[in-house]
């Protein structure tokens, strides 16, 4: 092969990889947004049997063709909480055999009539350029990645077989197992896609290529491509939390052993492949998609029931932090912001959180107020700062949640900026109850204890309230905002109802004049903060329109 002819086989191969991993992305990127709503559905089912969650992590990978996604995904689970490491173990491992499909997808690109697949290239992009709906624009994206994912295919292969003789005595020449599972390693750690260098193989394959004598030596590739495809997950939690990172290192363990246990057997049984796919099978694209599917199926079948002990040894080998952050966890993780409908779940539970937190220091400001306790006013003034921190973070994470999302997603995100601004005017009220405490204490105000009853049956209805709320939220069902109305109606005539009792004593002389200033804002305040919870829940109505 001269220079000239090597550089035209270079430029082919890398246009056919190119097209290659633009089909992929396009297919991968398109499912993605299409299918997170059934996603987070899959994730949610995270019970504590394992093969629940080994079919979990298989159906996830298989929808969105990518196990690096997935795992990626499951890692900002496990950071955020959502999930512990039994279940992540169980999905890692589901994941590993969902990542297969891809494979048999190019396995496909062996038979005849693959050709006519990738006329799904054109007829996608058109399908995209004519649909004004986003959904079908999406779909259209997917079949003509899918079609780009073949044409790609056969590229490479279209490559190799114009200069099969000179490749072919190339690759005859390397025959060491572990240069072969390094290759693997170090190829698909550059392209941070196992299927992409199975698919590049299996192009070969195609194209009639082997590698050393045609035995095992091109499993010994696959068996890499399974260790180096933990590298996308160990970047991801390099900077998390410490369950984050054993998920990853929990990853790079399963793939790691089982990779070495099929490296012991390939090496005592050098006619494997002889014996086995090539018998069941006759192309040769098939047997190696078949090899990688039978390879992950039964890892995952071997090391199911050892869930416990990848756990425990990744506690081992990363042991908890000496010195935990001050700060609460967040449900925020920047993983998260690829999927817009799994960044507006966890910013949910991250407003609930918020909530909860300036409910608390209302709770603590009023008890300052009714106790007459100067020493729960600094807790209270803590709550508050607390709150500010959580919301200042849901700020940031919208803003760069709102660069990377469609116009589908901007009303829960405008709903989610609303809510926070509702959230601080209670940390707000918090802030009054403390300043009414003080002046109680300092001017000496006293209130009868048929009063106080009066306000804290006025401050049970806003607990109440604030559960509904909460309810709403998290359940996203607007089926419960006729009780929130009603309750907050409720509240509406308390303060009316204690208003007026309150002038009624005045004129009677029950009650000291100065202390009406106290007592009618800090009615009002309790009657604001019931309009503020009613406001958040009634977003969940405006989502649903959405």
């Not at 195609?206 to 160990?234: Q, R």
């Not at 003034?381 to 700020?395: E, F, P, R, S, T």
Request: hydrophobic share 45%; charged share 15%; proline share 3%.
């Amino acid at each position: 092969m001269t220079i000239a002819q090597a550089s035209l086989f270079l430029v082919r191969l890398l246009a056919g990889t190119g097209v290659f991993l633009v089909g992929v992305h396009l297919l991968t990127a398109n499912i993605e947004q299409l299918a997170t709503g059934k996603l987070k559905e899959l994730f949610g089912r995270t019970a504590q049997r394992r093969l629940v969650n080994v079919g979990v992590g298989a159906a996830a990978t298989a929808l969105i063709q990518s196990s690096g996604v997935t795992t990626v995904l499951i890692v900002g689970f496990v950071n955020v909480g959502v999930m512990d490491l039994y279940q992540a173990a169980a999905m890692i491992m589901g994941a590993n055999i969902g990542t297969t499909v891809t494979a048999q997808i190019a396995a496909l690109s062996a038979f005849p009539i693959t050709t006519y697949i990738q006329i799904l290239t054109f007829g996608g992009v058109m399908m995209s350029m004519a649909c004004k709906r986003d959904g079908l624009k999406k779909t259209g994206l997917i079949l003509a990645g899918l079609g780009l994912i073949f044409v790609g295919l056969g590229l490479m292969s279209d490559a190799m077989k114009a200069n099969r003789d000179a490749i072919q005595s190339v690759f005859e020449a390397v025959s060491n197992p572990l240069l072969l599972l390094l290759a693997g390693v170090l190829l698909t750690a550059l392209v941070q896609s196992s299927s992409a260098t199975t698919s590049v193989i299996i192009a070969m394959s195609v194209a009639g290529l082997t590698i050393g004598s045609g035995g095992n030596e091109m499993l010994f590739i696959i068996l890499g491509t399974n260790i180096g495809s933990c590298v996308t997950a160990l970047m991801s939690s390099a900077s998390a939390g410490t369950n984050a990172r054993r998920a990853g290192l929990i990853h790079l363990l399963f793939n790691a052993l089982g990779s070495a246990l099929f490296l012991a057997l390939l090496l005592c049984w050098p006619g494997f492949m002889d014996a086995t796919f090539r018998r069941w099978f006759p192309a040769p694209a098939t047997q190696i998609a078949m090899f990688h599917t039978c390879f992950n199926t039964v890892c995952t079948a071997l090391f199911l029931p050892l869930c416990g002990w990848f756990v425990k040894t990744s506690e081992r080998l990363i042991p908890e932090r000496q010195a935990p952050a001050p700060l609460p966890a967040t449900f925020l993780d920047e993983r998260m912001l690829s999927s817009a409908s799994l960044a507006i779940s966890q910013l949910e539970k991250e407003l609930v959180r918020l909530s909860d937190t300036a409910m608390d220091a209302f709770r603590t400001g009023y008890r300052a107020f009714a106790d007459k306790d100067r020493e729960l006013i600094p807790p209270t003034h803590q709550l508050i700062d607390q709150a500010n921190g959580i919301c200042q973070g849901m700020v940031n994470y919208l803003i760069r949640l709102s660069a990377r999302s469609k116009l589908a997603d901007e009303r829960p995100i405008s709903n989610l900026h609303s809510n926070l601004g509702d959230i601080m005017r209670i940390a707000e009220i918090a802030d009054n109850f403390t300043k009414y405490a003080q002046r109680s204490i300092d001017g000496g105000l006293d209130f009868s204890g048929g009063v106080m009853k009066e306000l804290d049956g006025m401050a049970d209805r806003v607990e109440e309230l604030h559960a509904l709320t909460k309810r709403a939220v998290l359940e996203r069902d607007p089926g419960l905002l006729p009780q929130i109305d009603r309750v907050e109606e409720e509240v509406d005539g308390l303060r009316k109802a204690l208003i007026d009792r309150h002038i009624q004593r005045l004129n009677e002389g029950a009650c000291r004049p100065e202390s009406s200033g106290v007592f009618i804002n800090l009615v009002s305040n309790l009657e604001r903060l019931g309009d503020h919870l009613t406001y958040i829940a009634h977003t969940v109505r405006q989502d649903r329109a959405g």
